[in-house]
């Protein structure tokens, strides 16, 4: 089969015909559709991107998230059977085929197109677990994104609309983030420069130059999460604020995450978020679809200025 390997002379990408893996315990073979691009991926091929999940001992293959259809399962595996159509979670999703852990694997209802699903795990796991457990966001509150428009912020202000946030704002630097955030869901669009509205919860794909803005947009008792630090990873603390409004400051990754913690994000996300997923209320906004052996230049796109929305690899 064909896949995205990592060289390591110089850390681009390769098409390699590689031996197709086989499902170990509680694993599944997929015949993948489609794999997600993710910002994650330009650490991954510096060498600055390990997951405690993945161990990736050998080749290093490209591609953290992806869609098929289970092919055949491995001793153990009992959830799905061949035929079942599955995302998740994975080391080598820009591939022919890929295994996936049948605790990461979450089902793709019939109304979900492969495409989409091919770049819907991480976004929904991301920031299901920053709003729901990291945000202890409750029914009603209200809820600011920063950089709205990202691929993953797309997906968080549809998730915080499904799990019953009050109010949804998200920031953006243009017009078509704007009408991005407004077209999936947000309440509000808080373009740069403009003042960001009062929020329970915010969550954060920005970084230092947004640490002061979300401190002073939280009410009492808010909560704020460092997902992306698109903008910078230092920025100074105003400790004062900080204990003044009795907030509580706190940070996610999947880096360091164990199989089981990944796990249990993936059932809490079909819990709560399977009914929305299949309604369509959460549904990842596809900007670009690129052919396998075009992985590299779908990564390298996502430096540039482009369309608000995901970039998928398709092995086709
Ligand atoms: N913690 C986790 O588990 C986790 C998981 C997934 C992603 N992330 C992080 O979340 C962030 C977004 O990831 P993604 O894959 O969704 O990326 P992406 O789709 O490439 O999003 C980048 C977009 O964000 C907007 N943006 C706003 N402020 C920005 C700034 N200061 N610099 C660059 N872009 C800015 C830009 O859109 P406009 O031009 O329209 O403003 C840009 O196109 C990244 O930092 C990523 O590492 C974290």
């Not at 677990?129 to 945000?135: E, M, S, T």
């Amino acid at each position: 089969m064909r896949a995205m390997v990592i060289r390591p002379q110089d850390d681009a990408l390769e098409l390699c015909d590689v031996p197709s893996p086989s499902p170990g315990q509680g694993e599944l073979l997929v015949a993948v559709e489609a794999s997600g691009v993710n910002r994650a991926d330009l650490l991954q091929r510096r060498g600055a991107y390990a997951q405690v999940a993945f161990p990736q001992e050998g080749p290093r293959f490209a591609g953290m998230e992806a869609a098929g259809t289970v092919v055949a399962t491995g001793p153990g595996a009992t959830r799905f059977a061949p035929g079942d159509r599955v995302m998740g979670l994975c080391a080598g999703g820009f591939a022919d085929r890929v295994v996936l852990d049948e605790r990461l694997a979450m089902p793709v209802p019939a109304e979900l197109d492969m495409v989409a699903a091919g770049a819907l795990p991480l976004g929904l796991m991301t920031e299901y677990d920053a709003l729901a457990d990291a945000g202890r966001l409750r029914p009603g509150e209200r809820v600011l994104i920063t950089a709205g428009s990202s691929g993953v912020g797309l997906i968080g202000v549809q998730v915080a609309r499904a799990l019953g946030a009050g109010r949804v704002a998200a920031t953006v630097r243009s017009a078509a983030g704007r009408d991005a955030v407004l077209r999936h869901g947000a309440d509000e669009a808080v373009v740069t420069g403009d003042p960001w509205p009062e929020a329970d919860v915010v969550i954060d794909h920005v970084g230092a130059p947004a640490l002061a803005s979300a401190l002073a947009a939280l009410a009492l008792g808010g909560r704020l999460v460092s997902v992306g630090r698109l903008g910078g990873r230092s920025a100074e603390l105003d400790l004062n604020e900080l204990a003044r409004k009795r907030l509580l400051l706190a940070g996610v990754t999947f880096r360091t995450r164990t199989r089981e913690e990944c796990a249990a994000i993936a059932a809490g996300a079909v819990r709560d978020l399977g009914e929305a997923v299949r309604a369509g209320t959460v549904r990842p906004a596809v900007a670009r679809t690129f052919p396998l052996a075009e992985a590299q230049a779908a990564q390298d796109l996502l430096r540039d200025a482009r369309p608000p929305g995901k970039l998928v690899v398709t092995p086709g």
